[in-house]
T-cell receptor, first 111, second 116 residues
Framework: GIQVEQSPPDLILQEGANSTLRCNFSDSVNNLQWFHQNPWGQLINLFYIPSGTKQNGRLSATTVATERYSLLYISSSQTTDSGVYFCAVEGDGGSQGNLIFGKGTKLSVKP | GAGVSQSPRYKVAKRGQDVALRCDPISGHVSLFWYQQALGQGPEFLTYFQNEAQLDKSGLPSDRFFAERPEGSVSTLKIQRTQQEDSAVYLC??????????????FGPGTRLTVL
């Protein structure tokens, strides 16, 4: 099946710093979503981005489907950005629509 | 509007007990998914419903796991004779459309199951 790799696994930032999180996937995808899992476990949708670039406030994401990767940019990080960021994909090989998740990037933003 | 809700939020069971976990998807959403998230890992797919039809249960780890969505809305995940390895967070997600057209999946807060 499709493989999803995220890097780095852990990231520590000082408040105000910028960061880039990467997601590589091994096959063509129909769907790619970025999530933030907060300390209470809630998965919060950040972007639905199977291709192209989107921006939402301090966050933006780019997916280059032909090269099988996606990037999540966080600018001017805040302590509330702490948590785990997941990339999840749905393959286009006849799957039922279920998402395949990477192992996540654990972000800690220090004041 | 209301998001996906799950209950209970926390469940402690003794090994061997049966448990039932409930998911209320966003109203009108056709697709419903269950995922299992072990500590420190990403969620893993368990099963998928399109309306009341269970179209994929390939991720269910054993025949002790059973899911239903009888009226195409609320879903229940049942685990019989729970074992310690069943301890995890169980997440439910829903999306507006069926599998032929991909769409954003919205997740509930999860049920944290601890089996003693």
């Amino acid at each position: 099946g499709i493989q999803v790799e995220q890097s780095p696994p852990d990231l520590i930032l000082q408040e105000g710093a910028n960061s880039t999180l990467r997601c590589n996937f091994s096959d063509s995808v129909n769907n790619l979503q970025w999530f933030h899992q907060n300390p209470w476990g809630q998965l919060i949708n950040l972007f639905y981005i199977p291709s192209g670039t989107k921006q939402n406030g301090r966050l933006s994401a780019t997916t280059v489907a032909t090269e099988r990767y996606s990037l999540l940019y966080i600018s001017s990080s805040q302590t509330t950005d702490s948590g785990v960021y997941f990339c999840a994909v749905e393959g286009d090989g006849g799957s039922q629509g279920n998402l395949i998740f990477g192992k996540g990037t654990k972000l800690s933003v220090k004041p | 509007g209301a998001g996906v809700s799950q209950s209970p939020r926390y469940k402690v069971a003794k090994r061997g007990q049966d448990v039932a976990l409930r998911c209320d998807p966003i109203s009108g959403h056709v697709s419903l998914f269950w995922y299992q998230q072990a500590l420190g890992q990403g969620p893993e797919f368990l099963t998928y419903f399109q309306n009341e039809a269970q179209l994929d249960k390939s991720g269910l780890p054993s025949d002790r796991f059973f899911a239903e969505r009888p009226e195409g809305s609320v879903s229940t995940l049942k685990i019989q004779r729970t074992q310690q390895e069943d301890s995890a967070v169980y997440l439910c997600a829903s999306s507006l459309v069926h599998r032929a057209v991909t769409d954003t999946q919205y997740f509930g807060p999860g049920t944290r199951l601890t089996v003693l």
